[in-house]
């Protein structure tokens, strides 16, 4: 069994040094940042939204765990969709090498949808961090099983900064200690194991019950379905960050839709 997360930490360093020789920091444009109007992605997260949840909808081409998931993802239009299928944000996949993803689909994606947009790549470095708020990210995503303890303090004190917001993601038990040391109140429980790439949704009903109460939770990775989410929101997880399902499906918006209407008709008939 290959270890993919070490793999694809090695290639993320070869492709940040490449990137810091090519375009330095110093480089990305001031003018741009200062005309920046953020989006509200932590706060479309802090509560029920209209169907008792929310979903963050994910722009994904491809996984090295399911290889090609939809090769000719065209990002503005399936924004536009997301959108109308009252996505509460959008998900973009900017890693080339194992996802197929690509700055420019979260570039293009920002400009034809109103949402809030949070680049999902491996961050490893503070000048990602600066070329995610560059290409029009609201929020950045922080592995916290690939940084130091440290490293996810510092780099939550730097989107603070820069008025990112951060989702730090955890997979056990030690990666929401080290949330906790860092003090993030944003945590995407993710049930994949990114060593092996296999996928428990348990993993999100063992660890949302030992977060504090001013943490935030979402839930991602193995949610097909409104009776997987339905599990997860008995067990009080109520954002679910939803990419291949979405992806495969034929029509995003309807497939959105029904997913949170039958969400809540089955949460309302356990209520009864």
């Known amino acids: 069994m290959k270890d993919f997360l070490k793999i694809i930490v090695e290639q993320k360093k070869k492709e940040v040094a490449v990137a810091k020789k ?22 479309n997260l802090a ?39 009252n996505a509460a944000a959008i998900s973009v996949l900017t890693d080339r090498e194992f996802f197929h993803g690509d700055n420019n689909d979260l570039i293009l994606a920002g400009k034809a949808s109103s949402l809030p947009f949070l680049r999902k790549d491996f961050l490893i470095s503070s ?34 900064e820069l008025d990112l917001d951060a989702l730090v993601e955890i997979n056990s038990k030690e990666d929401l200690d080290a ?23 348990q993993t999100s009903k063992n660890l949302i019950s030992q977060l504090e109460s001013d943490q935030v939770a979402v839930c991602a990775s193995g949610i ?12 009080g997880l109520y954002n679910f960050l ?24 089955k949460t309302d008939e356990q209520n009864i």
């Open 47 to 85: 509560k029920p939204g209209k169907y008792g949840i929310n979903i963050i909808a994910e722009i994904k081409r491809a996984s090295p765990s399911k290889g090609i998931i939809k090769k000719d993802l065209d990002p503005e239009k399936t924004a536009i969709a997301y959108e109308r299928g």
């Open 22 to 43: 090519k375009y330095p920091e110093k480089f990305f444009p001031q003018k741009r940042l200062e005309n920046r109007k953020k989006r509200p992605f932590f706060d």
């Open 224 to 235: 097909k379905n409104s009776s997987d989410i339905v599990q997860c929101v008995n067990a």
């Open 127 to 160: 000048y990602q961090i600066y070329e995610s708020l560059y290409i029009g990210a609201d929020a950045i995503l922080l592995i916290a099983k690939i940084l130091s303890r440290q490293q996810l303090k510092d780099y939550l004190n730097l989107a603070k």
């Open 242 to 265: 939803i990419g291949e399902s979405i992806v495969r499906s034929k029509n995003p918006v309807d497939f959105l839709i029904n997913l949170q209407k039958e969400t809540q008709v």
């Open 179 to 201: 949330a906790f040391y860092a003090d993030a109140k944003l945590i995407g429980i993710n049930n994949r194991n990114l060593n092996s790439f296999e996928t428990d949704i």
